[in-house]
């Protein structure tokens, strides 16, 4: 029975997406590829079960806060390890090598999105609640889930955002903006902020109304895609933001406009971690780079063992930096660019694509580090010395997330999601 109850709600839901492609023809050319513009053009959003809610702000986030830190802060003593509970099998299938989606995680339950076009919901005993099937796209999704009270948001590989009722799945909105978001949102005073990719490439930064999905500003286009997620900076009202032009750019937050723009020789596909007056992030060209974020200008960059694709993490008072390399990690003292300590990823024949978490417990910091292809690491972070390792199945490149002392790690194989506790 519950199979027919799912085909149907998977019919229904490839009519609405139907529906919303119609809406883009208008930006078709006689091709029917999306026409090249000066400008980004304004989607409509399709509204159906819209939320109560008139104070939005995000429960859960990629990369644990609008800061894109990666970093916990836990009222424990000190580590003690981790010890597994329970896993979803095969939650992506690895047909596309991009970063997978991390889980999100609240107080009502974990969301995990994979490459499939699954995104799932569980409560905390790890039965499944709703899934939601986005059909549209071969890639699936690659965004990471972010929650508020009601609902929960997501980009996919064939450019919609939606937005979803949190109790049972149900479309709240869905907007066609792009050909794909690969970034992930995050939320500021009910505004959803996320990057979008166009052909040619090109790509801009949108932010929304996350009760309607109302479009509220587009960025100039950028130039190139927009893998990289936002990171706000409040102190300076702007939205950082890196793209395969190789620039990390700051945009006002109030209209998109850029203030200032910093150039790497190559891509950068991750989010930017702020700490104070600086932003670390990471480039294609090898560089670990420390910029001030008022100004924009380098504060000092420092070359990692190859071509990186990590986001950094940041510890609770901003002086050690966790960030993966080519196939190496590394700890850096943040305010001065100099290398703590290092370590190698054994096994892995090509680029990392995984990005490390921090935890701080009361009389101890660890850094939780992809240390084989197929293991995850907990290091001390200040001496670097291994307190657990964890052995997987299946590559990893994603982040991994913490919650309530859960530890989620999506992979790309037989593991599936794996949700461990200590």
Same mark, same amino acid.
């Given at each position: 029975m519950m199979k027919y109850v799912f085909a149907i709600y998977s019919i229904v839901v490839l009519v609405l997406l139907a529906r919303a492609e119609l809406k883009t023809w208008s930006m078709l050319d006689s091709g029917l590829r999306l026409q090249k513009s000066k400008e980004p053009k304004q989607a409509e959003v399709l509204q159906y079960d819209l939320s109560t809610e008139d104070k939005k702000e995000s429960l859960s986030t990629y990369r644990r806060d609008n800061r894109r830190s990666g970093h916990h802060e836990v009222d424990a003593s000190g580590f003690t390890p981790f010890q597994i509970l329970w896993q979803v099998a095969e939650v992506n299938n690895g047909i596309h090598r991009a970063s997978k989606s991390s889980p999100a995680a609240d107080e009502q339950g974990? $969301?995990? &999105?994979?490459?499939?076009?699954f995104l799932r919901t569980y409560d905390w005993q790890g039965r499944l609640r709703w899934q939601f $099937? #986005?059909?549209?796209s071969p890639r699936g999704m690659h965004s990471t889930p972010l929650t508020d009270k009601d609902s929960v948001y997501i980009g996919d590989y064939a450019g919609y955002v939606y937005a979803l009722n949190k109790e049972n799945g149900k479309l709240r909105w !869905?907007?066609?903006?792009?050909?794909?978001?690969?970034? #992930? @949102?995050?939320?500021?005073?009910?505004? /959803? $902020?996320?990057? !979008?990719? /166009?052909p040619e490439p090109e790509g801009f930064l949108l932010a929304l109304e996350a009760k309607t999905g109302k479009w509220t500003w587009t960025s100039p286009l950028i130039g190139n895609h927009p893998h990289s997620s936002p990171t706000l900076d409040v102190p300076n009202a702007q939205i950082l933001m890196g793209s395969n032009t190789g620039a990390m750019v700051a945009y006002d937050l109030k209209n998109g406009k850029p203030k200032w723009s910093f150039a790497t020789n190559d891509d950068i596909k991750c989010a930017a971690a702020i700490h104070g007056g600086s932003a670390y992030f990471t480039s294609w060209d090898g560089f670990l780079y420390s910029l001030n974020t008022t100004t924009g200008l380098l504060q000092y960059?420092? @070359?990692?063992?190859? #071509?990186?694709m990590s986001c950094p993490s940041i510890n609770k008072d901003g002086t050690l930096i966790a960030v993966t390399g080519f196939n190496k990690n590394f700890v850096v003292h943040g305010p001065s660019?100099? !290398?703590v300590w290092s370590s190698e990823i054994k096994g892995l024949k090509s680029r990392a694509q995984s990005s490390p978490l921090v935890i701080s417990y009361t009389q101890q910091e660890v850094a939780v580090f992809?240390?084989?292809?197929? &293991?995850l690491c907990v290091h001390d972070l200040h001496s670097g010395k291994v307190l657990?390792? !964890?052995?997987?199945? #299946? @590559?990893?490149s994603g982040s991994p997330v913490y919650f309530k002392n859960h530890l989620f790690i999506s992979t790309s194989g037989k593991d599936g999601l794996l949700v461990l506790k200590n």
């Open positions: 974990f $969301y995990v &999105a994979d490459d499939t076009g $099937y #986005s059909g549209v !869905i907007t066609k903006a792009g050909t794909t978001v690969g970034s #992930s @949102p995050f939320m500021h005073n009910g505004i /959803l $902020y996320v990057g !979008i990719e /166009l960059r420092l @070359p990692l063992d190859g #071509s990186a660019g100099k !290398i992809l240390c084989e292809e197929k &293991a657990q390792e !964890i052995k997987m199945e #299946s @590559p990893f």
